[in-house]
């Protein structure tokens, strides 16, 4: 399996810009989540996708951040306008949700964001 | 709401010598259980977890958990490390429903000659 697939790896914008970043979960995953992660707040959960719905998206932000499941195998997180403090590693990761809620999340090797 | 402590932030250790990496959570019911390793600049890896059952989990890489209800820990431990378990470990724990995961601050693992 290839595992969770996050594009770019790295990206380096100015401030203000629009930054998308991509993920491609586990095929046959019906979960989705977005992390992120930085040396202040640790690994912070931002949204998680159910079946491609937004179920819990309590951790995001503010408005700049939006976040788009448009089929199983694709999602998105955007961030517009970016600022310095959005400067982090995004992570996303999949999971399968079974009944009994026995489930593990994979997570992607994440996106590394600098906001100059 | 569950949370989790990891104690000590930064542990160093002999290759060689044993391990223990200290995670405390606090739930209400029976959680589920996780340590996960992440080496630098990649993402995080699942070594073990625990969702009932035998008390004592093996992972990969030769490593096992023991999760205690008395004392609400769930500590890792390795008998032997090896300069690649040199990393940070991130214990995390889940309640029902979409398992949201709260993760610890994470250990970073430094490993001398």
């Known amino acids: 399996d290839a595992g969770v697939i996050q594009s770019p790896r790295h990206e380096v914008t100015e401030m203000g810009q629009e930054v998308t970043l991509r993920c491609k979960p586990i095929?046959?995953?019906?979960?989705l989540f977005w992390y992120r992660q930085t040396m202040m707040r640790g690994l912070e959960l931002l949204i998680y996708?159910?079946?491609?719905?937004?179920?819990?998206d309590s951790g995001m932000p503010e408005d700049r951040f939006s976040a788009k499941m448009p089929n199983a195998s694709f999602s998105t997180l955007k961030i517009q306008p970016s600022e310095p403090r959005d400067s982090a590693v995004y992570f996303c990761?999949?999971?399968?949700?079974?009944?009994?809620?026995?489930?593990?999340?994979?997570f992607g090797p994440g996106t590394r964001l600098l906001v100059l | 709401a569950q949370s989790v402590t990891q104690p000590d932030i930064h542990i160093t250790v002999s290759e060689g010598a044993s391990l223990e990496l200290r995670c405390n959570y606090s739930?209400?019911?029976?959680?589920?259980l996780f340590w996960y390793v992440q080496s630098p600049g990649q993402g995080l890896q699942l070594l073990l977890k625990?969702?009932?059952?035998?008390?004592l989990v093996q992972g990969i890489k030769g490593f096992e958990a023991e999760f205690k209800r008395s004392q609400s820990s769930f500590n890792l431990r390795k008998p032997s490390v090896h300069w690649s378990d040199a990393a940070e470990y991130f214990c995390?724990?889940?309640?029902?429903?979409?398992?949201?995961?709260?993760f610890g601050t994470g250990t970073k693992l430094q490993v001398i000659p």
């Open positions: 625990y969702f009932s059952g035998d008390t």
């Open positions: 739930y209400g019911a029976t959680p589920y």
């Open positions: 996708f159910n079946n491609n719905v937004p179920i819990d």
């Open positions: 995390a724990v889940a309640a029902g429903g979409y398992q949201k995961v709260t």
């Open positions: 095929s046959g995953h019906n979960s």
């Open positions: 990761a999949s999971s399968l949700s079974l009944a009994g809620g026995e489930e593990t999340q994979y």
